[in-house]
T-cell receptor, first 111, second 114 residues
């Protein structure tokens, strides 16, 4: 069964460092998403991506964040200068459109 | 814009008792509705979904939910819970157009007691 895969599963970084989280969506999907879940809180929408551009972003998705589909298969989330409050689980999802399929998540810990 | 309300942040229930986790949504357009379960330090697992058709939806692990358009609700039910059902449960809504993004509720922590 096709699935969304995310790497790394866990990353620890120092405050101020750049982080790139990677996702491989399901191959025939056209819509891509990133969500964030701070420990013990709800899952929050960050950004959606379609046709090689951002289709929608939330207030959380400020200038520190960027997304890219560099090679037609990967979908990345970059955080330019991490802050302590960026510590969270980040989920990637893709859809064809309609139902979203989520990856297992990348846990980011900022020290 | 859509929104989701999960009124109960925590629901304690004894093993083998029935449970209902409440979810209400708000949207100006037709929606898709979903329930996810999340075990500690794990990802999101889809329990069930309403896309169209029958308003009573059956999912995995013996869960079911009923879409009630007039009450804008999608409550999750299980007739007899097990200790292993202890987890966080999230309701989510998606519009049927636009970006198809999901909006999640704040979650309900189900704690099954022996």
């Amino acid at each position: 069964e096709p699935e969304v895969t995310q790497t790394p599963s866990h990353q620890v970084t120092q405050m101020g460092q750049e982080v790139i989280l990677r996702c491989v969506p399901i191959s025939n999907h056209l819509y891509f998403y990133w969500y964030r879940q701070i420990l013990g809180q709800k899952v929050e929408f960050l950004v959606s991506f379609y046709n090689n551009e951002i289709s929608e972003k939330s207030e959380i998705f400020d200038d520190q964040f960027s997304v890219e589909r560099p090679d037609g298969s990967n979908f990345t989330l970059k955080i330019r200068s991490t802050k302590l409050e960026d510590s969270a689980m980040y989920f990637c999802a893709s859809s064809s459109p309609g139902e979203l399929f989520f990856g297992e998540g990348s846990r980011l810990t900022v020290l | 814009a859509q929104s989701v309300t999960q009124l109960d942040s925590q629901v304690p229930v004894f093993e083998e008792a029935p449970v209902e986790l409440r979810c209400n949504y708000s949207s100006s357009v037709s929606v898709y509705l979903f329930w996810y379960v999340q075990y500690p330090n794990q990802g999101l697992q889809l329990l069930l979904k309403y896309l169209s058709g029958s308003t009573l939806v059956k999912g995995i692990n013996g869960f079911e939910a009923e879409f009630n358009k007039s009450q804008t609700s999608f409550h999750l039910r299980k007739p007899s819970v097990h200790i292993s059902d202890t987890a966080e449960y999230f309701c989510a809504v998606s519009d049927r157009a636009g970006t198809y993004k999901y909006i999640f509720g704040t979650g309900t922590r189900l704690k099954v007691l022996a």
